[in-house]
């Protein structure tokens, strides 16, 4: 299809210059149901971004919907601060009967606020308090918020750059494969953690993604994950896993590491935790860290009940039976087919992921923003990712239909071969 952008005067004469979304997508979207988005000129999209990964079941999900209409309509508690509520009540009996008990984790449940940023600072914080140290380590091309204590421990140097001020405690180590197999895991960072002349402070704790999204879909080994577990209790660091983008199933599994066998001390969840795209976050940790005073860490929206709503509602439909994994790890190897015949296709590009998160990386950087455009003109939202934008990045809705999916690849296959 042919797209003109609109008139954009109110959002230039009014909006900060930090947007960026609509910089790439030019377009003024009206509304969205499941894996498509419209335009108010009539324009349809397929959604392969989902919300930055806070839309797992798609846009307006009727159940979720339906469900979120009925608690509205009977004044359903709103706004709750961290007050007992039946909404509360609900999440939490589905959170652990669907999902911690299943798994037999352990975790004590927190609400620190409404992003994912705020479940890291909340991580962070309690990490220090536990452990009595500053430091915390984590790694090349990680990413966990735009705050400052998640600045600290983010490694784009972009996104650092606008903190404006030191961003300190932070120790960056690298990420597994980040010397392409050169060098044998954790050589480095265990050689500082026992050299007394290294001059890094013991850490509290380690910070690590599984799957590095906003550094370019770079998939940690289940080995890798392992022996990184192995350290830091070797080390005594408290072990903190990120699957604020990429749990609740994004990689297959509700949480992203259970692949591995790990169990962090301390796992922060948020985007799609709500089911609905409504702002909520997670901080879980073991039940001997809850060294918590009542009210040292706080929040007005940390008590979001109409996201309570839909986080139960997705939960009971969504996970109690199982298949929503098998139905992600199916949908994933329909992606990879679709990769891999493009890169047999086209000199120069490489792919990666796992589940329903991937990346098709470009040797010839630029390119990966120019299939972001060509891809948009042709009706498919997808967004770059890694430090040089040189990756395209793909988030459908865990619940696209195979059909949806298909056209998707075929679109993207079509994108690469025009800005080739």
């Not at 959604?47 to 339906?66: C, E, Q």
């Not at 996970?319 to 493009?342: F, H, N, P, S, Y």
Request: negative net charge; contains cysteine; aromatic residues 10%.
């Amino acid at each position: 299809m042919t797209i003109t952008p609109p008139a954009l005067s109110v959002f230039e004469a009014l909006e900060s210059e930090v947007r960026s979304y609509c910089r790439g997508w030019p377009a003024v979207f009206d509304r969205a149901q499941g894996s498509h988005m419209f335009d108010e000129d009539g324009h349809t999209y397929l959604d392969f971004f989902a919300g930055a990964g806070s839309l797992n079941y798609g846009h307006n999900n009727p159940v979720l919907k339906r469900a979120l209409i009925d608690y509205i309509e009977r004044d359903g508690v709103t706004h709750g601060l961290d007050m007992s509520t039946t909404a509360k009540r609900a999440f939490l009996e589905s959170f652990q009967n669907n999902i911690l008990r299943p798994r037999d984790l352990p975790y004590k449940v927190m609400f620190p606020g409404p992003t994912g940023t705020n479940a890291v600072e909340a991580a962070l914080k309690l990490a220090r308090k536990v452990k009595g140290r500053e430091s915390i380590v984590s790694f090349t091309n990680a990413f966990h918020g735009m705050s400052l204590g998640s600045l600290a421990v983010t490694g784009n140097a972009f996104k650092r750059a606008g903190a404006g001020i030191p961003l300190v405690h932070g120790t960056p180590m690298p990420f597994d494969n980040y010397f392409d197999g050169t060098i044998p895991d954790f050589l480095w960072f265990e050689r500082l953690l026992e050299d007394q002349g290294s001059g890094l402070n013991q850490p509290a704790a380690v910070i690590v993604e599984t799957v590095q999204g906003e550094g370019g879909i770079n998939v940690a080994r289940p080995e890798w994950l392992r022996a990184l577990a192995e350290l830091c209790e070797r080390q005594d660091m408290l072990l903190i896993v990120d699957d604020i983008q990429m749990g609740c199933g994004r990689t297959g599994a509700f949480f992203s590491f259970e692949e591995s066998g790990i169990t962090p001390d301390i796992v922060t969840v948020s985007k799609s935790i709500s089911g609905y795209g409504m702002p909520m976050s997670l901080a879980l940790f073991k039940p001997e860290l809850d060294v918590w005073e009542p009210g040292e860490h706080n929040g007005t929206f940390r008590g979001n009940n109409p996201a309570f709503v839909t986080a139960a509602a997705t939960l009971d439909t969504y996970w109690a039976d199982g298949q929503m994994e098998k139905q992600t790890l199916a949908r994933g190897e329909q992606v990879e087919r679709a990769l891999r015949a493009i890169c047999e296709e086209q000199s120069g590009t490489h792919f990666r992921g796992r589940g329903l998160v991937w990346g098709l990386e470009f040797e010839d950087k630029p390119r990966a923003s120019a299939v972001c455009k060509r891809a948009f003109e042709l009706g498919l939202l997808v967004e770059t990712s890694g430090p040089e934008s040189e990756v395209v990045k793909l988030l459908p809705a865990l619940t696209i239909s195979p059909d949806d999916l298909d056209e998707g690849l075929r679109t993207l296959a079509r994108a690469v071969r025009e800005t080739a």
